[in-house]
């Protein structure tokens, strides 16, 4: 489907007229469970840095030390490679005038070096640190300090540096055996340069009309040598940490090139930034290395006293379309996400409503009544607030899932999870599936991510309650409806409204979209 067609409204597959519940209070939006919390814990996890102060401003994604492949460390006199996007305006072929980048290490500015709109070259000044190498008058003292860069008035998110005394920094790392005051970095770059991406075209095909996509270059590396090459986008307002892969093809060295063709693909490519990436791993490659210990340099492996186990990486970036265009997709993406969360919204409205109906077979007293206080005891547990005493007796005259004397309806019940609940996840995880193949997963990744955890998360949920259910009526759990894994009837999860709208406000965030609350 072209990126640019309109979203199709996603609806629930329905019986003929039923009573519906009585009105609930709104659960406000897409609920989250504690393991959709891990999730997004998980997707957190490693990264060192703040959220951006304002859109557009720089953003820091890691910190490399020369001679060092451990990030976020530095010393005196070497030189931090700073990685990240939005350094500078356009792709990071767009060189930038030093001056127009200003960084800060513990408040004390560095000398900037290079400038690209992914990276940042910085020198850490060897006077922080006195001839016999104890902390000298002025600068920085060596411990953990905060880097920060600022570009056109913005400030980036700040992310922990580690200052090593010189000695410190060659005991972790190793000794280099250089002249003094030597520059390494000439030498760096020749070892990196051994894999260079020159070729980067998005075209159509001469025969379909239909968009390719073409990656090749340079390797300085024995032939039949195991090129991984990758196709990405990048994400809105994001740099090459959040690029999407989009096809990834492995290729052999031949004659000192490579090459690999993507596509043909049926849709165009939407506006907006495109990463092309090489990648050798020399640490799974023991003939690659066999070959470059007879021809790397004495200044080579002074620059990268880890070689054997680097990584040579070689990018290029491709700019489609103008900021309109790139507007138009995000718009696109944009009424997917909507339509999403509205069924997201409506699964969990649903779940609470007939839940809450039938759950009254569980309060049953001997003589068929219900105990109203264990009820509403039910209800609290399970996150279930019902507004006012009007809405309790609307979700009171609910009988679509209780027969005579409040005993359970099992075949009311499965009849609307199966055909209702879980035949409305399965339409939602048959059109996240999708977006893959028509750029909105792409445009936007860690949404995309967090949503399909919610989705699961509402599945899973919806089973677990069906387990209570029937368990406390002494009812067998048809065995498709149990958990993978499940030994039995488990406690069925809360649904935390705090969570809930947490959950919702972020990825409203993400997506650039407002919701009603």
Known sequence: MPSSQASATLTRPRPPARTTAGPLEHPSAAWWLTAVAAALAFLVMGATAVALADEGAPRIDEVVASGSEQGGVAKPGGNLRILGRRFVDGPPTAAGEADSVEVRLGGERLRVLQIAWGEVVVNVPSGWEAADGAPATGGLAPGRHELEVR????????????????????????????????????????????????????????????????????????????????????????????????????????????????????????????????????????????????????????????????????????????????????????????????????????????????????????????????????????????????????LRADDRFVASGSHLDPDAWLRWLREEQLATIAALRERLAGWDETWVAPRYPEAALRLRHVVSAIDHVSRRWTAELFAGSGLPVPEDLRSPGDPGVLPAAKLDAAVIAQGRREIARIVGIDLDD
């Open 151 to 394: 570009a056109a008035g913005r400030r980036s998110n700040r992310v922990p540096v580690e200052l090593l005394a010189t000695a410190e920094f060659d005991r972790r790392f190793g000794a280099l055996e250089r002249e003094a005051g030597a520059d390494l970095e000439p030498a760096r770059e020749r070892f990196q340069r051994r894999l260079d991406v020159e070729t980067f075209t998005l075209e159509p095909d001469p025969e379909t009309g239909q968009r390719l996509a073409v990656i090749g270059g340079t390797a300085e590396l024995p032939d039949r040598t195991s090129v991984i090459l990758q196709l990405k986008l990048v994400a809105p307002d994001g740099g090459v940490a959040s690029a999407r892969t989009i096809e990834a093809r492995k290729e052999r060295v031949q004659d000192g090139r490579f090459e690999a063709r993507f596509g043909p693909f049926e849709r165009t490519f939407p506006a907006g930034l495109y990463l092309a990436e090489a990648t050798v791993e020399l640490g799974k490659n023991p003939p690659v290395r066999r070959s470059l210990a007879a021809t790397i340099t004495a200044e080579e492996k002074a620059a990268v006293p880890l070689w054997k186990k680097a990584v040579l990486r070689d990018r290029e970036i491709r700019e489609v379309g103008d900021r309109d265009g790139l507007e138009r997709e995000r718009e696109t993406a944009r009424a997917h996400y909507r339509d999403a969360l509205d069924l997201v919204d409506d699964l969990v409205r649903e779940l609470r409503a007939a839940w809450g109906a039938a759950s009254r077979s569980l309060a049953r007293k001997s003589d068929g009544s219900v105990d109203a206080d264990r009820w509403a005891a039910l209800l609290r547990a399970h996150g279930i607030r019902v507004a006012d005493e009007a809405a309790r007796e609307a």
